[in-house]
């Protein structure tokens, strides 16, 4: 089956950088995507990686390692507003396209 | 606002109720979906749509119905429903279905009594 892995919580100061991992187990891989979620808001996509490398796009950056089957998503210059849920998603194309999640890394960004 | 317009917000039901979930999207994509997001699982996807067309049903209980009558509307009929159901229900939209950005609305609260 499919399967990703992320840190469940994470915990930052304002200013500083965070980096979070994102394993996965996919059959069909094409890519990862991440995307962010506040409370009581929807999901926003943020960025995909279908190649090997950095992706960098303002203050955040995404990360694929596909031989690895890892990736991550760096947040630099946090601000307190970047307090919210981030999502790997793998999209594969097993049978059908479709986008797996894994269950979201709580972001707390502390003054 | 990311064009994706979901009601309603909250949703409180009994079990031998039967409600609708509605869904509708401005942005021209041919691509919807229904997620069911519940706490410290991921979200998992319960159907998709591409050209109004259901392409996927990932094993959803039949008390969930899914209805596409169009491009732009999405709907999620619920019946008999049980507790566990309860929770936030995502539409999403892609410009087609496999596309890596998808567009989702707020979520339908759902809570089963």
């Known amino acids: 089956g499919q399967s990703l892995e992320q840190p469940s919580e994470v915990t930052a100061v304002e200013g500083a950088i965070v980096q979070i991992n994102c394993t996965y187990q996919t059959s069909g891989f094409y890519g990862l995507s991440w995307y962010q979620q506040h409370d009581g808001g929807a999901p926003t996509f943020l960025s995909y990686n279908a190649l090997d490398g950095l992706e960098e796009t303002g203050r955040f950056s995404s990360f694929l390692s596909r031989s690895d089957s890892y990736g991550y998503l760096l947040l630099q210059e946090l601000q307190m507003k970047d307090s919210a849920s981030y999502f790997c998603?793998?999209?594969?194309?097993?049978?059908?396209?479709?986008?797996?999640f894994g269950k979201g890394t709580k972001l707390s960004v502390i003054p | 606002e990311t064009g994706v317009t979901q009601t309603p917000r909250h949703l409180v039901m009994g079990m031998t109720n039967k409600k609708s979930l509605k869904c509708e999207q401005h942005l021209g994509h041919n691509a919807m979906y229904w997620y069911k997001q519940s706490a410290k699982k991921p979200l998992e996807l319960m159907f998709v749509y591409s050209l109004e067309e259901r392409v996927e049903n990932n094993s959803v209980p039949s008390r969930f119905s899914p209805e596409c009558p169009n491009s732009s509307h999405l709907f999620l009929h619920l019946h008999t429903l049980q507790p566990e159901d309860s929770a936030l229900y995502l539409c999403?939209?892609?410009?087609?279905?496999?596309?890596?950005?998808?567009?989702f609305g707020q979520g339908t609260r759902l809570t089963v009594v």
């Open positions: 998603a793998a999209l594969s194309g097993a049978g059908s396209y479709q986008l797996t």
């Open positions: 999403a939209s892609s410009q087609a279905q496999g596309n890596t950005e998808a567009f």
